[in-house]
C-alpha cells in the first residue's frame, strides 16, 4: 500500500526535504594521564557535623569481605573548538565495572570524594571542568577524586564515564595493592600554642557600611579561657591540584581544647576581624595558601572555650591529634 501512495503523489514527495540527520554522540573526550590507587580498610570521617573530631571521630568501615578504593586520577582532555566545558556527576554518570559484570545496573558508584587530603567526604565524586580561555596555549587538565567500596578478591575494573544515553568512556584501573591506612589529618600540620588566659567576656562588634552595632560575650556558666595558636601545614593539601599554587583547609570545629579535667570544652567561638569588626564563629572555614620556595602557610588564630577554668595543664587538639599543651597558672 505505501509504494501506490507514493507513486501517486510523486509532486508532493519531492517537496520535502529530507530531515539532516544529526551529529552521532562522542564518548566523553577523556584519557589517564596518571592515576594512584590506595586499598583502606577503614577511614575517618573529618565533617565535623557528624562527630565531634578531636574526641569521637566516626570511622567508616568496609566491612570483612570489602575494601574502600580511593582513587586519584589524573585526567587528560581532549579540548575543542566545540567542547568548552565537560562535567559528570558521580551519581549517574560515573561507575565502576567490575570482571563479570554486563548490566550497568550492577555496576558500583561512587560514594565518597575528597577535596582535601585525606578527607574523605561522603558525597559522590564528579569531573568537571571548563577550557581556559588562553587554550590552545593553555590545556587544562582534571581530576577524579572517588571512592568506591569493592570485594576485597577483585584486582581489577573499569572505570565508565558518561551521561544517560549517550556513549561511554571506558577506562581500565588496576585496583591491586596492599590495603594501607591514610595518616591522621591532623598529623599533617604542625600547631603551637602563643597564649593561654582567663577572660571575663569578648567585647564584639557587628558592623556594616551605615552603622556599628557593639555587644559583648560573657559566660553564665563556667569560664572563658582563650587560646592564641600558629597553624602551619607541613604540605599542599588540595587533592586534585593542577598548579603550583600550595593549599590547606580547616574549619572552627577542628580545633578542640581538653581542659585539666580531661573532658573537651565547649567551642564558644573563633575570632574574627573583618574590616575593623570583631566577631566569634563556630562554624567558620579558613584556607591559607602559600607559594614559591622558603614561604608557608602559616596563620594565627584565637579561640574561646567555655568550662571550669581550672588550673592545670590544657590540651590543643587539631581534627584528631593532640597537637600541643599549656598550663593555666
Known amino acids: 500500500m505505501r509504494s501506490l501512495i507514493l507513486a501517486a503523489l510523486p509532486a508532493l514527495s519531492l517537496s520535502f526535504a529530507l530531515p539532516a540527520q544529526s551529529q552521532e554522540a562522542a564518548p566523553p573526550p577523556l584519557s589517564i594521564k596518571s592515576s594512584e590507587i590506595t586499598r583502606l580498610d577503614t577511614l575517618r570521617n573529618y565533617s565535623a557535623d557528624d562527630s565531634l573530631v578531636c574526641c569521637a571521630v566516626e570511622v567508616l568501615e568496609s566491612g570483612p569481605d570489602h575494601d574502600f578504593v580511593y582513587m586519584h586520577i589524573l585526567l587528560d582532555v581532549e579540548w575543542t573548538e566545540d567542547i568548552k ?24 558508584k561512587p560514594w565518597g570524594s575528597m577535596d582535601w587530603f585525606p578527607e574523605v567526604r561522603t558525597s559522590p565524586a564528579s569531573i568537571s571542568e571548563s577550557r581556559d580561555r588562553k587554550w590552545p596555549d593553555v590545556d587544562n587538565d582534571t581530576y577524579l577524586e ?40 591532623g598529623s599533617l600540620w ?59 583547609a580547616f574549619t572552627s570545629k577542628h580545633v578542640w581544647l581538653v581542659g585539666p579535667e580531661g573532658l573537651p570544652m565547649a567551642l564558644v567561638g573563633e575570632e574574627r576581624e573583618n574590616g575593623g569588626n570583631l566577631t566569634l564563629s563556630s562554624s567558620n572555614s579558613s584556607t591559607t595558601n602559600w607559594q614559591g620556595e622558603g614561604t608557608t602557610g602559616q ?10 577554668g581550672a588550673p592545670g595543664e590544657y590540651q590543643l587538639y587539631f581534627k584528631d591529634v593532640n597537637v600541643d599543651s599549656a598550663t593555666l597558672e
Open 190 to 248: 604542625d600547631i603551637e600554642i602563643t597564649g593561654l588566659s582567663l577572660v571575663d567576656e569578648v567585647v564584639t562588634n557587628h558592623g556594616s557600611r551605615d552603622q556599628s552595632v557593639p555587644g559583648r560575650v560573657r559566660p553564665l556558666i563556667g569560664k572563658l579561657v582563650k587560646v592564641d595558636m600558629t597553624l602551619t601545614p607541613q604540605r599542599d593539601l588540595k587533592a586534585d591540584r593542577l598548579n603550583s599554587n600550595n593549599a590547606a
Open 299 to 308: 596563620i594565627e588564630r584565637s579561640y574561646y572555650f567555655l568550662g571550669s
Open 85 to 108: 566545558r565537560i562535567s559528570y556527576y558521580g551519581g549517574n554518570d560515573i561507575k565502576l565495572k567490575l570482571p563479570g559484570q554486563s548490566d550497568p545496573e550492577t555496576f558500583l
Open 146 to 185: 572517588a571512592v568506591f567500596t569493592v570485594p576485597s578478591d577483585v584486582t581489577e575494573g573499569t572505570l565508565v564515564i558518561g551521561k544517560k544515553d549517550e556513549p561511554k568512556l571506558e577506562l581500565a584501573v588496576d585496583l591491586s595493592g596492599e590495603v594501607t591506612e591514610f595518616p591522621q589529618a
